[in-house]
């Protein structure tokens, strides 16, 4: 069985334990990730620390040059890369190859990116700069449902910020993140980025280690409040990109033939495994019924099943505790009157954690399944008789990811669309995939501050105001 290794100063480190990374459509072994202890945590923050006060930090040109570098040997590696994560994430091979090319795409546009100069005034002799600093040493904490996109998403901007790294990943994901730390190895310095990993408290004891003086988090918004928590001691800057119930309001003109597919799409997508998802789904009630037998049509030819069949559609749940949690609100759906038209069941002869593509409705917005985010394949499917009491029922919501208005009139959409309580807003479609330029984020219990973008570079930055007089004898 193959183990393995964390990356601590450009080096593979070694490992005193050792857990299983279960394939989560069979169960199967798929390799063996080390448990990082405390030492451990110590050395490749130690690491990161000595990188990050090196000339590493000043030098941009230097650190675009080599993110181009990793970008084109990612690319290089994509096939074996894309082949371990649809094994560990359970996702169908050409999402993970999607995947892996989204991280190319993400290191590319800052390998490309430069530093603008910023000139807050300018007066005679006297002007005012923004200049830009790295942070330092900073923590990534990704999860397990995009676990390359989303860990490129902060590493690409906080290695073009000049910081160095110690990368986190998910328990039950690690072996992509690994294999593609040690295919980085000998481009970058020593000790920019570090990884530990495990199945314990590595991850809060990484968030409390007095060397991390940032923390990007990307989960659940439980565990987010408990990051914020572990970081105010230190007064550690924080980037919470947690979780969303994201609403999509279909009004009474809208193209049901035409929009069914692509709001299936988005919704079932990595098994419903995207924070932001279309989690609630709110129909006219004029179009409900035709909408609903659509949905119900596709869900039932959907096909479902291991990553690496040529043929699968949607893979498993990542792990046991999701796939219970999805169930169990089907059931809760059920007990209050909801009916499951198709799908909620596990896939036959395997023995992993299916279900398969599940359509709800007769359900209210204060059923579990509406309320909280289910995280998995199942909608609710709800109807409405006017705009305004869709927006008003799509904001009553600790969430505020993201949010979509389908319409024929697309200036009453954009209308509709701009007074949802959330951050990324859609109009005839509902979160593409990371863009670049694009800034993403979160506000109520989505979390707060910016991934991506001119935005995700300040998050990743301390901005110093500089003032000068230039006009000396
Ligand atoms: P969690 O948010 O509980 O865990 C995510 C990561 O945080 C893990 O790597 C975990 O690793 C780490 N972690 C746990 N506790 C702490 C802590 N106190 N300090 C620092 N890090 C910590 O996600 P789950 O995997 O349990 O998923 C639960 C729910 O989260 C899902 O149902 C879904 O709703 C949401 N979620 C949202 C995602 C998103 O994209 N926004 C992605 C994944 C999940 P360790 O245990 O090793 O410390």
Not at 198 to 218: C, N, P, R, Y
Not at 437 to 457: D, H, N, Q, R, V
């Amino acid at each position: 069985m193959e183990t393995y290794f964390n990356l601590v100063s450009g080096a593979s480190a070694s490992a005193s334990d050792v857990y299983d990374v279960k394939d989560p459509a069979t169960l199967d072994i798929v390799a063996r990730a080390p448990v990082s202890t405390i030492d451990d945590l110590d050395a490749a923050v130690a690491a990161a620390n000595a990188a990050a006060r090196g000339s590493w930090a000043n030098d941009l040109p230097a650190r675009k040059a080599m993110l181009a570098q990793c970008a084109h040997r990612i690319e290089v590696c994509s096939a074996e890369l894309a082949h371990v994560l649809s094994r560990e994430q359970g996702k169908p091979l050409a999402a993970a190859k999607g995947e892996i090319a989204t991280s190319v795409r993400l290191l590319t546009y800052y390998a490309q990116k430069d530093q603008r100069r910023e000139t807050l005034r300018q007066r005679s002799s006297e002007y005012v700069d923004v200049v830009r600093a790295p942070i330092g040493t900073v923590g990534l904490i990704v999860p397990w449902n995009y676990p390359i996109a989303i860990l490129m998403m902060k590493l690409a901007p906080a290695l073009w910020a000049g910081n160095t790294v110690v990368i986190k990943p998910a328990p039950s994901t690690p072996l992509t993140t690994l294999m593609l730390c040690a295919r980085l190895a000998d481009i970058l310095p020593a000790g920019v980025i570090n990884t530990v990993t495990g199945e314990g408290d590595i991850g809060q004891a990484l968030v409390e280690h007095a060397g991390i003086l940032k923390v990007s988090f990307t989960g659940s918004t439980q565990t987010g409040i408990r990051v914020m928590e572990s970081s105010a001691p230190m007064l550690k800057r924080l980037t919470l990109e947690l979780g969303g119930n994201d609403a999509a309001i279909v009004c009474r003109d809208a193209n049901v033939a035409d929009i069914a597919p692509k709001i299936f799409n988005n919704a079932f997508a990595n098994a419903g495994q995207l924070c932001c998802a279309i989690k609630r789904l709110y129909v006219h009630r004029s179009i409900f019924d035709p909408m609903l037998e659509r949905l119900i049509e596709i869900a039932r030819h959907w096909r479902v099943g291991p990553g690496l069949n040529w043929d699968t559609q949607m893979g498993p749940l990542n792990n046991r505790a999701q796939r219970d949690h999805v169930r169990a609100l089907l059931d809760d759906a059920v007990a209050q009157g909801g009916t499951i038209h198709v799908g909620g069941e596990p896939l036959d002869g395997y023995a992993g954690h299916f279900l398969k593509p599940a359509i709800v409705s007769d359900v209210s917005d204060a059923t579990r399944i509406v309320k909280e985010e289910q995280f998995g394949p199942a909608l609710p499917v709800l109807p409405f008789d006017t705009v305004d009491e869709a927006i008003y029922r799509a904001n009553a919501s600790e969430f505020g990811l993201g949010g979509s208005v389908w319409s024929t009139d697309v200036s009453a959409a954009v209308d509709a669309a701009s007074r949802l309580e959330a951050v990324n807003l859609y109009v005839n479609q509902h979160a593409v995939p990371p863009d670049p330029e694009l800034p993403f984020g979160g506000m109520k219990a989505s979390g707060f501050g910016y991934e991506l973008g001119e935005w995700g570079c300040d998050d990743f930055s301390i901005r110093k105001v500089l003032n000068v007089n230039a006009g000396v004898e």
